[in-house]
C-alpha cells in the first residue's frame, strides 16, 4: 500500500501542488524559486514561467518579511516556522492581501537539508469577519440608543406632517405661503424617511430566505434600473454559468444589489461601464466550522474616480458620506444586510481607477430545492 502511493506520489506530485488553494512555494538550497503553484502566483501577483529559476529575494522582493521568514527559518533550523503579515501584489502594489505564512525545511532521505517549502493561506475573509465581529461590538450600544431616539422622533413627526398638510389647505392662499407649506411637508417626509433607514440598520431584521440563482436575481435588478440610467452607461456581465444557488432574502439582497449598482452608475459618471462579475471563493474560516468554505462573490465594478485611502475604512459607517445629498446610511444597510446572511461586504481600489464593491454569500447555506 505504502509503495502503491508513494508511486503515485512520484508521479503526481506536481498536480497534487497545483491543486491545492494555497500557495506553494518551492525554495532549492541556493535560494532559487524552483516551484509555485497558480495559487501562489496568483497571491503574490507573479508570473510563475518568469519567476522559476530566480533568486527568491528577487521573486518576492515585495515581501520583505517573507524573505526573513525563510532566512530565520533556516539559520534557526527549526522545521517548522509560521508568520502572518500582509502579502504585497509584485504587479499591483496597490493590492495588499492578509496571509498566513509557513516555511517549513525540506530534508532529503538521508536527512539532508535540501530547501524549503513556503506555503501561503489567503485570510481575507477571516479578517473581514473578524473587522466587522468588532465593529458590531463597538455599534451594538449606539444602535440601541439610535433606535430608541428614531422611534421618540417618529411619532411627533406624524404630527408636525398632520398640522402642516391642515395649515397647507386652510391657509395657502398666496405663492410663499403655498411654498413654505411645501418646503416644511418635503422636509418632514425627508426626516421620516431618514428615520426609517435608522430603524433599518438598528432594530432587528427577520430573513425570508429561498433558493435562488444570483444571475437571475442581477438580471431582475439591471431590468428595474436601467430605464432610470443615462443611455451612455454600459452595464457588462462576466458571469460563472456554473455557480450554485445560494438561499437569500431575496427583497433584502435586491435592495442591496440596486444601492451598489446605482452607487456604481453616478460614481462613473457618463459614458462609463458598470461590470458585474460572479465567481466562487474558497477562503478559511475560524470558528463554530474551521476549515475551508466555499463563497459565491458577486464583484460591482465602477470607473468612477475611486475612494480616497484615507476613506477606505469609514465608507460603510452610517453618516458618512462623500455624496454632496446623500445620508450616509445606504452602505451602512447594505452591509447589515449582507452580515445577516453570514456574508461579507467589502470594497477594494481598482488598479485603472475606480472601486469594486464585492458582495460574498456562503454557498453552504444554499439549497437546491425548498
Known sequence: MIKASSEFLTREWLNVLESLDDGVFVVDSAGTLDFVNEGGAELSGLAAHRAVGQAIEKALAANPWIIELLETTLDSGVRNVRAEGVLRDKQSPWRSTPVRAAVTLLSNGHGDRVGTLLTLQDMSYQRELESRSRESERLQHLEILVAGLAHEVKNPLSGMKGAAQILESEIADSPRTRECTGILLHEIDRLTNLIGQLLDIAGPSRLDKKAVNVHELLDQVILT???????????????????????????????????????????????????????METSYRVGGQNGREQFLSIDICDEGPGIPEQDIHKIFNPFFTTKDDGTGLGLAISQRIVSEHGGVLRVQPQKQGGAVFTVTLPVERAQSHE
Open 225 to 279: 434600473l436601467q430605464p432610470g440610467l443615462p443611455a451612455t452607461i454600459e452595464i457588462a456581465r462576466v458571469f460563472d454559468p456554473s455557480l450554485p444557488p445560494v438561499r437569500v432574502d431575496v427583497s433584502r439582497v435586491i435592495q442591496v444589489l440596486m444601492n451598489l449598482i446605482r452607487n456604481a452608475a453616478e460614481a462613473g459618471g457618463a459614458p462609463a461601464t458598470i461590470t458585474l462579475r460572479t465567481r
